[in-house]
């Protein structure tokens, strides 16, 4: 048995999902694959990331041990692989651990002959990530769980642009997420060369709640958003660039 989950590239509105604007958020070509066989005890093994139980006193992957305890999972052999989510100079912020997350409890919910739907998945992995982060919107669990693009909202719809279609309640809150299509088929990114602890960018966002001008930035991102979604819809390049325009005169 073999389950997969995709990683994601945030589009628009990083940052802003967190104080409740829309974000628009799509799947991309790299996938985190489970395979799981019957057994009577119980073994995860995520290669050079880790294993669960492990013989240490610290856990080599918190968020499986999450899931694990949630789902009360107690038989079966899974083994997580990956790749393109990383190179040389560090992980590529793909969102490997969403995917590995996502891919582990659509893994589990087969074993223990339950139906894999993205909400069950989407609903469990946020639980979890919130438990061992403490923080996080779930818009890279949602882009795991459903795939394809999507307009994701967390807790709120401050940017009121759209009613979403669907609402999935978890222990820490509400996504709201519409899935969106555009014309346009492909996307080229670019890779700083520099990677970076998304959790420790997030905290330092939220250290600036209280500066004079953080919910004018955190509005032009959301504003950004909702053009880019726009934009993306309609394949119109022009307004997408306007959108990437409009988030880079945010300015914390």
Not at 20 to 29: K, R, T, W
Not at 43 to 61: H, K, M, Q, Y
Request: some cysteine; overall charge positive.
């Amino acid at each position: 048995m073999k389950t997969r989950a995709p990683g994601k590239i945030i589009l628009f509105g990083e940052y802003a999902v967190l104080d409740g604007y829309d974000a628009l958020v799509i799947a991309v070509d790299r996938h985190v694959h489970t395979d799981v066989s019957k057994a009577s005890s119980l073994a995860v093994d995520a290669g050079r990331f880790g294993r669960f139980p492990t013989i240490s006193n610290v856990p080599e992957l918190p968020l499986i041990e999450d899931v694990v305890a949630q789902m009360g999972l107690a038989q079966g052999h899974f083994t997580l692989t990956s790749s393109g989510f990383e190179c040389s100079e560090g992980k590529l912020g793909l969102g490997s651990s969403a995917a590995s997350t996502v891919a582990f409890v659509g893994a589990a919910l087969a074993h223990l002959g339950r139906k894999v739907r993205p909400e069950v998945a989407f609903t469990i992995a946020q639980n979890s990530h919130h438990r061992v982060q403490g923080l996080g919107s779930g818009t890279d669990i949602a882009a795991s769980s459903f795939g394809g693009a999507l307009l994701y909202n967390w807790n709120g719809q401050e940017s009121g642009h759209i009613r979403h279609k669907l609402a999935i309640s978890s222990n820490y809150g509400t996504a709201h997420l519409t899935p969106v299509t555009s014309p346009i088929k492909s996307i080229l990114t670019v890779w700083t060369g520099q990677p970076a602890n998304t959790r420790d960018l997030v905290i330092d966002v939220q250290k600036k709640k209280q500066t004079t001008n953080y919910k004018a930035c955190i509005s032009k991102l959301g504003e950004s958003a909702a053009r880019g979604h726009v934009g993306w819809t309609r394949g119109n390049r022009s307004k997408i660039i306007e959108s990437i325009d409009i988030a880079n005169e945010a300015a914390l």
